[in-house]
């Protein structure tokens, strides 16, 4: 992933949130295994790898509240907890996972609560 800078891998970041509904959940049931495990991965490494740490924060939030598949988010959010561990240290320094969750939670609230739905 050295090839790739910062622009392309917002972008990138930013083509997979907004698309994480065409990605398929077969193979979940075989440890996480699916297309949209790996794109929620591929997106991370990105944001880690080829994001500049004063930037994570935003395009990960902009991920979380923009995606359109409620999973995806829950799954992002969920996977950038440091205590379920992986080698991206740079995302875990620039984050706030409490605010994350926080915003996550309004997000869901307002989709199930607020609008009266079941799913």
Same mark, same amino acid.
């Given at each position: 992933?050295t090839?790739?800078?910062?622009?392309?891998?917002s972008s990138?970041?930013?083509?997979i949130?907004?698309?994480?509904?065409?990605?398929?959940? @077969?193979?979940?049931e075989?440890?996480?295994?699916?297309? @949209?495990?790996n794109a929620?991965? &591929?997106?991370?490494a &990105?944001? *880690?790898?080829r994001?500049?740490?004063?930037?994570i924060?935003?395009?990960?939030?902009? +991920?979380? &509240?923009?995606?359109p598949?409620?999973?995806?988010?829950?799954?992002?959010? &969920?996977?950038?907890? @440091?205590?379920r561990?992986?080698?991206?240290?740079?995302?875990?320094e620039a984050i706030?996972?409490?605010?994350l969750r926080?915003?996550? +939670?309004?997000?869901l @609230?307002?989709h199930?609560i607020?609008?009266g739905r *079941?799913?």
């Amino acid at each position: 992933m050295t090839d790739i800078s910062e622009e392309v891998a917002s972008s990138l970041i930013r083509v997979i949130y907004s698309k994480a509904e065409i990605f398929s959940k @077969q193979g979940r049931e075989n440890l996480w295994n699916s297309e @949209q495990d790996n794109a929620k991965y &591929l997106l991370i490494a &990105l944001l *880690n790898d080829r994001v500049s740490p004063k930037d994570i924060r935003g395009l990960l939030l902009e +991920a979380v &509240l923009g995606t359109p598949s409620l999973l995806f988010a829950v799954s992002l959010v &969920l996977s950038c907890h @440091q205590e379920r561990g992986g080698p991206w240290h740079a995302l875990f320094e620039a984050i706030d996972i409490g605010e994350l969750r926080h915003k996550l +939670a309004e997000r869901l @609230q307002e989709h199930f609560i607020d609008a009266g739905r *079941n799913s």
